[in-house]
């Protein structure tokens, strides 16, 4: 699947730049509309890459939390990294 440098940038950002080998560390994003990548988070969305992980609320300052998914970190060739406690904690 190709991915545009910003798409890429956007998905590394949210797992926390891992290069080298490195694990991911983390899987969220957070914005709001009109953010810089507020369109590319939808797009990514819209094609399975990412996912809103919760909705707008006190526990992200109002920004909507976008994670990864699986799909998305096969396609940056990322070993997928589910932290299940995690993700549960953030489902709306």
């Not at 545009?4 to 290069?19: C, I, N, Q």
């Not at 957070?30 to 969305?45: I, K, N, R, V, Y």
């Not at 300052?61 to 953030?90: N, Y």
Request: proline residues 7%.
């Amino acid at each position: 699947m190709s991915l545009t440098a910003k798409e890429r940038h956007v998905m590394d950002h949210s797992l926390g730049y891992p290069k080298n080998g490195r694990k991911p560390y983390r899987n969220h994003f957070c914005a709001s509309e009109g953010h810089d990548d507020w369109e590319t988070l939808q797009g990514l969305c819209a094609r399975g890459l990412m996912r809103v992980g919760r909705k707008p609320g006190p526990l992200s300052g109002g920004d909507t939390v976008f994670i990864v998914t699986d799909e998305g970190q096969t396609a940056l060739k990322v070993k997928p990294h589910a932290d299940a406690e995690f993700e549960s904690e953030l489902e709306p």
